[in-house]
């Protein structure tokens, strides 16, 4: 019996009981007390029953609170040469990154999970540090990242291979040295030490409030760079066989199944052929939740009707999160922002409650100063006249922005059908 049914039971046992109960004699009513006591209504319920008390007090239990956390995601995390020579300190080596997402600290602390792709290495000065097009940065950005409350990290990307082999086990030792990562229990995807340790989904599960959640990644590519012969595993591709493989076997572990797709063309607006074939795909597969990257521009985020499931939700890419790219359409990025809940009681049915986009401003200044990403609601016409590309007159000020929104996603930046619950 539920305990919702059994709240009900005992309502109907007490508002019957007064008119009843003057028929009886004391022996029967000492049995009817035993009868209800076996139906599991307290003695306290029974006593209130009686002809001379007042009317009983609704006697109702609350249902258990069902189990609800948000997740938020950002997009391409992209280091250039500029980003790395504004966040230089005095002290050798030492880099400040955290000054350019101050502003979006509050954003990602107020969710239980959140994810970003770090588009480019961060695998330190042994590895030289470069920009385009072989990316290569100070690990000091993974420790912004841990700061800035991210606690998943996504690897999978065309630039993981910029900087050979060694660079990715750098950066592999690097995530396992943070105590950080520990402490959080932050999950690092798309790069794998061994064939055991990709085989091993069970690690990609990161739980926050009673609700697992899974997590997978792949990439399209490393940008024409192979992997080493003797590691295919290294970095997770886009291998339908083989991600069919790890989807099946993480989805009975986990509540709520997340994929992150490295995918799409460069600075287009609509998914291509191949990202709707591949969200189809995931769909099918059983998978909750996309979270898309790597255009470097905002493309749309859709519902995916599912068979006796709620739809799969999939943004298709969340833009640049932080870049020096030079076009105004690469500075206005997203973040994600999904609401899940689990019940508290049998069958423990998850779902979507709420999904959105949150626009995101990356600004900067002349001579690639003051960089910083703002939420797109906090981001004044005063700020938008001293960004370097409304300098350049690349665009008009704050309608600009607003403008290429409805053009990707229309009058709401939520998927449509909103439907989400089972
Ligand atoms: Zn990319």
Redesign the pocket.
């Known amino acids: 019996m539920t305990i919702l049914n059994l709240a009900a039971k005992r309502r109907t046992a007490a508002a019957g009981a007064p008119a009843a109960a003057k028929l009886f004699s004391a022996r029967f009513f000492s049995g009817l007390i035993l009868l209800l006591a076996l139906l599991g209504v307290s003695c306290a319920t029974v006593k209130k029953t009686q002809p001379s008390a007042a009317p009983p007090p609704e006697l109702v239990l609350a249902p258990p609170e069902d189990y609800r956390i948000t997740m938020a995601a950002v997009g ?1 995390n992209l280091i250039h040469i500029e980003l790395i020579d504004n966040a230089r300190t005095e002290a050798e080596d030492v880099f400040d990154f955290d000054k350019y997402y101050t502003r979006i600290v509050p954003l990602i602390k107020n969710a239980d999970i959140a994810f970003i792709n770090q ?1 480019t290495m961060i695998a330190g000065v042994e590895f030289g540090y470069s920009g385009y097009p072989l990316f290569n940065g100070p690990k000091d950005i993974g420790k912004t990242i841990l700061k800035s409350g991210f606690n998943v990290i996504n690897h999978a ?3 993981t291979m910029d900087k050979g082999e060694e660079a990715v086990f750098e950066v592999m030792d690097f995530w396992d040295d943070q105590p950080l990562v520990a402490e959080k229990n932050a999950l690092v995807l798309g790069i794998n030490r061994s064939p055991q340790q990709r085989d091993n989904v069970e690690r990609n599960i990161i739980e926050k409030n009673n609700i697992k959640i899974g997590f997978l990644a792949y990439t399209y590519g490393t940008n024409g760079i192979p992997l080493p012969k003797d590691k295919p595993f290294l970095v997770s591709l886009t291998d339908t066989a083989l991600m069919k493989k790890e989807i099946d076997a993480l989805r009975p572990l986990c509540d709520f199944l997340v994929v992150s797709m ?1 995918w799409g063309n460069e600075y287009e607006y609509t998914p291509s052929n191949r990202q709707e074939e591949l969200a189809l795909f995931l769909a099918e597969c059983g998978v909750d939740l996309v979270i898309g990257h ?1 255009p470097h521009v905002l493309q749309p985020i859709r519902a995916i009707a599912r068979e006796n499931a709620p739809p799969m939700i999939c943004f298709f890419s969340l833009g640049n999160f932080l870049s020096a790219q030079k076009e105004p359409q690469r500075i206005l990025g997203g973040m994600m922002r999904v609401s899940i809940k689990k019940e508290a009681a049998p069958p423990y049915r998850v779902s979507i409650e709420d999904a959105e986009l949150i626009p995101l401003v990356a600004h900067y200044e002349n001579d690639h100063k003051n960089f910083s990403v703002y939420p797109l609601s906090d981001y004044t016409e005063k700020d938008a006249e001293r960004h370097f590309l409304r300098q350049k007159n690349k665009f008009s000020g704050i309608s600009y922005f607003h403008e290429l929104l409805n053009d990707v996603f229309g009058q709401q930046l939520k998927p449509a059908p909103l439907n989400f619950t089972r």
Do not use: P
Request: charged share 30%.
């Open positions: 391409d588009e990307t065309n630039h490295h790597h």
